[in-house]
């Protein structure tokens, strides 16, 4: 993944088999798992290991019933039927079989499933102190990663069970495509850092390569590449000629491969690479060329680390007003998991920053929703996302942006309790518009748009059952401004500052 390789492998048709009755899911832990697990790790001064399992798919017994005529290969037994009896690749049941197999492995080792995210597993422990927590076992496919506070003794385990890559055990160097660091702060404390400065090098020298031998010369990357989009660019503007299969088919890879980084941790191009996603099935010349101004933006800016900072954040309490909303909604408590494993460890402080851009689509004039949370001082989910319907004001966006963050926010208190993980207090909400704050932080304020009244209950309610405090911040200081609108020059720089570490070198 990393230098973009491509493998070999023996690989059945199972595109002429039938689907199977049975589910063909194949284990893979979400993005925002492993980023928790990251910073829970460095809170809790607990070990990581990673490892890749050898020949994957083919550990597993085949759960389909297929045979096969060999071929001259086989010598003496060419032209005779043999039946498959491992998960080759391939076959639509295999993602399934090796993840029974790996969940059998789990289970054997005293790991149970997580509810919240089926690919993690989690254990009791108690480390070298005396101090209780939970081990974590986290599946990509066949690429695992261990939280423990004696990680090494694990992977024996699960290398009796499952063959592992003699040279992918141990402390974590690259993990899916990113540079996996400790990074140790003045103060003593030490945190995980995910950095994909290898993966985007490596996608622009491909780009390059590309643009180079292919397009007739068509298109190049820009020389000047100080900012993702080219001045007052709107993708939904653009009116020149549509790709052709050929180039569409490559600008929707480049759309691939932007959408990865974002996930590793590149979000100061989320806003421009969510807009450009919008084309992808009948993309335009310029479309193509303000992708490769992306890629150009890349080149010069390639650094970047995502640091999950486990320290406890200065929340500002004073900023956040508590009323008795008893009269409004009576009886509403936040809903706990009664299946909860009883939590664990040092607690985690949650806060979101909210913002919308209220028509900023010129042609369809729907708004924009983006947020950014965070676990302490460490970012574990944002999204800038077009809203599917259009608002006929500031006031309606932003609500709508605010009850999607509260629903995010209320999967993620969810998935830390079923981590056990101690959750400590509400979560801290910062938006900046005052009349939305005004009207969920105060239990007398009326809705006098009524078409936005399931979004203004579902937020008032979260703040009524404790579940969220929400603040006032000022749009200069909103971090979430990154992901609604494309910025430049200073605004820019000031926000990317705060999430992200090695985009712009100190002067």
């Known amino acids: ?28 832990v979400s993005r925002e798992t492993q980023r928790i697990a990251l910073l829970i790790a460095a809170l809790n001064d ?89 081990s974590y076992i986290l599946c990509y496919v066949d690429d695992l990663l261990v939280v423990h506070h004696n990680p090494k003794r694990i992977m024996d385990r699960i290398n009796s069970f499952l063959p592992l890559k003699t040279d992918s055990v141990g402390p974590p160097e690259m993990y899916l495509g990113a540079k996996l660091k400790r990074k140790t702060f003045e103060d003593g404390t030490t945190a995980w850092g995910l950095s994909p400065t290898k993966y985007v090098q490596q996608a622009v020298k491909n780009v390059e390569t590309f643009l180079k031998n292919n397009l007739e010369g068509r298109f190049s990357l820009p020389k000047r590449g100080n900012k993702p989009f080219p001045c007052d660019y709107a993708p939904e503007e653009d009116v020149t000629p549509l790709l052709e299969p050929g180039v569409a088919t490559y600008y929707m890879q480049l759309i691939g491969v ?7 941790g ?5 806003t421009e690479v969510s807009m450009l996603s919008s084309f992808a099935a ?4 310029g479309h193509l060329e303000a992708t490769l101004h992306v890629f150009s933006y890349l080149k010069s800016r390639s650094n970047s680390r995502l640091i999950f900072d486990p320290k406890e954040p200065n929340v500002g309490e004073s900023d956040f007003v508590e009323c008795d909303w008893s009269d409004f909604y009576p009886g509403t408590e936040e809903a706990l998991p ?12 949650l806060r979101m920053f909210v913002d919308s851009d209220h028509a900023g689509d010129k042609v369809s004039r729907r708004s924009r929703t983006g947020f950014v949370i965070f676990l302490n001082y460490g970012m574990i989910d944002w999204l800038s996302k077009k809203q599917s319907t259009v608002e006929t004001s500031v006031f309606g966006a932003e609500f709508c942006t605010m009850k999607h ?50 979004c203004y209950h579902a937020v008032r309610e979260a703040v009524a059952m404790g579940e969220a405090l929400v603040a006032h911040i000022l749009t200069k200081k909103n971090l979430a401004d990154l992901f609604t609108k494309v910025l430049y020059g200073q605004t820019r720089r000031f926000l990317v500052d705060r999430m992200l570490w090695d985009v712009f070198p100190s002067d």
């Open 405 to 454: 963050g509260i629903e995010n926010l209320r999967g993620i208190r969810y998935k830390l309790r079923m981590m056990g993980v101690p959750v400590k207090g509400p979560s801290y909400v910062y938006g900046d518009n005052m009349s939305v704050v005004t009207n969920v932080s105060k239990p007398e304020s009326t809705l006098r748009k009524k078409s936005n009244s399931i």
């Open 1 to 28: 993944m990393e230098d973009f390789r491509r493998k070999a492998r023996l690989v059945a048709g199972g595109h002429v088999t039938k689907a199977p009755a049975t589910l063909t899911y194949a284990s893979v």
């Open 282 to 285: 009948m993309p335009r010349e």
């Open 338 to 349: 009664p299946n909860a494993p009883k939590p664990l460890g040092k607690g985690v402080t």
């Open 266 to 270: 590149r979000i100061d191009i989320c």
């Open 46 to 134: 607990i070990d990581i290991w990673a490892a890749d399992v050898l020949n994957a798919y083919i550990t597993a017994p085949c759960r389909e019933k297929i045979w096969t005529t060999l071929g001259k290969e086989f010598g003496d037994d060419c032209g005779r039927k043999a039946i498959v009896v491992r998960a080759l690749y391939g076959l639509k049941s295999s993602g399934a079989a090796f993840r029974a197999h790996l969940a059998g492995c789990m289970h054997e080792m005293g790991y149970v499933s997580c509810p919240a995210d089926p690919d993690l597993w989690l254990k009791e422990q108690t480390d070298r102190k005396g101090r209780k927590y939970y």
């Open 258 to 264: 932007l959408r990865w980084m974002c996930e590793l």
